[in-house]
């Protein structure tokens, strides 16, 4: 198993920047395939991002391309998402997930899961 912390959230202003961090322990983080989602009330789940176990491909929601960026530190078994030119509708809960093999833009693909950090973008 492999147990995922997210930090990083908050609140900020409409055009400001934020960086969530997913922190893994227990598993080689290297292993894994590495996705962001995210939930905001009342609404489904819905895919930000992933990446590849080496870092080498990603992939990205249409709607967040430009905006967003993924990227991982296996030596620190960390990912990270880069959120700039946040809007009020970026604002939701923040998951990150990790699956064995392949990466995905479906959360139906991924095992583990963090408990979520909390990103609020006001206007």
């Known amino acids: 198993q492999v147990q995922l912390v997210e930090s990083g959230g908050g609140l900020v202003q409409a055009g400001g920047s934020l960086r969530l961090s997913c922190a893994a322990s227990?598993?080689?983080?290297?292993?894994?395939?590495m996705g962001w989602f995210r939930q905001a009330p009342g609404k489904e789940r819905e895919f930000v991002a992933s990446?590849?176990?080496?870092?080498?491909?990603?992939w990205y929601a249409d709607s967040l391309k430009g905006r967003f960026t993924i990227s991982r530190d296996n030596a620190k078994n960390t990912a990270y998402v880069q959120m700039n030119s946040l809007k009020p509708e970026d604002t939701a809960v923040y998951y990150c997930?990790?699956?064995?093999?392949?990466?995905?833009?479906?959360?139906?693909?991924?095992?583990?899961w963090g408990q979520g950090t909390q990103v609020t973008v006001s206007s």
């Open positions: 997930a990790a699956r064995r093999g392949f990466y995905s833009n479906s959360d139906r693909d991924y095992a583990y």
């Open positions: 227990g598993r080689t983080f290297s292993d894994y395939a």
């Open positions: 990446i590849t176990w080496s870092g080498k491909s990603t």
